[in-house]
């Protein structure tokens, strides 16, 4: 069955610092991998996806995420963190046939933003 | 407007209760999901509905039963509450051509006493 996991429970970066967050799946095929972010008392939202091809992926909000299939990671990052990304974000990993899709959450990496 | 809303926000009850959270889309997709996030944030599928048949039933207690009355809305009942059915429950929706992409509703904090 597949699983992710995010190693860092809790992540405290400085505003204007770099980010890079941390996930690691397991699944037998090529997976479907995303990053969804949540802010405090409010539901999921999609950062970005990756399916196939190019392995550097963008989304929303100036995250970005790298494709490593040798290490069966997907870590998102970005360059310079804004008080506002202070948010619980969960990598998920897709399984499932057309019409039958299910997503596998990590347990998901809080992030605090320090002055 | 809200595209996923979820009623109510909030819900306290006692253990042995039914109670019911509702969920409405208005973004017009096919399939509907709900989703537990226990204490510790950890996020499980409980089921989806694709145009009101269901689709994924996660071992999920008979306690708990999905409706969907037209595939813009999905109501979550649960019978007998347990203090283990105390988290946050997630409604979802997507598109069929665009299914991975999840759209959340804010969330109903349920917490049986």
């Known amino acids: 069955a597949q699983s992710v996991t995010q190693p860092d429970i809790h992540i405290t970066v400085s505003e204007g610092a770099s980010l890079e967050l941390r996930c690691n799946y397991s699944y037998g095929a090529t997976p479907y991998l995303f990053w969804y972010v949540q802010s405090p008392g409010q539901g999921l939202q999609l950062l970005l996806k990756y399916f196939s091809g190019d392995t550097l992926v963008q989304g929303i909000k100036g995250f970005e995420a790298e494709f490593k299939r040798s290490q069966s990671s997907f870590n998102l990052r970005k360059p310079s963190v804004h008080w506002s990304d202070a948010a619980e974000y969960f990598c998920a990993v897709g399984d499932g046939n057309f019409g039958n899709e299910k997503l596998t959450f990590g347990t998901g990496t809080r992030l605090t933003i320090i002055p | 407007d809200t595209a996923v809303s979820q009623t109510p926000k909030y819900l306290v009850t006692q253990m042995g209760n039914d109670k019911s959270i509702k969920c409405e889309q208005n973004?017009?997709?096919?399939?509907m999901y709900w989703y537990k996030q226990d204490s510790k944030k950890f996020l499980k599928i409980m089921f989806s509905?694709?145009?009101?048949?269901?689709?994924i039933n996660e071992t999920v207690p008979n306690r708990f039963s999905p409706k969907s009355p037209d595939k813009a809305h999905l109501n979550l009942h649960i019978n007998s509450l347990e203090l283990g059915d105390s988290a946050v429950y997630f409604c979802?929706?997507?598109?069929?051509?665009?299914?991975?992409?999840?759209?959340f509703g804010e969330g109903s904090r349920l917490t049986v006493l």
């Open positions: 979802a929706s997507s598109a069929w051509d665009t299914s991975w992409e999840l759209f």
């Open positions: 973004l017009g997709h096919d399939t």
């Open positions: 509905y694709n145009n009101k048949e269901l689709i």
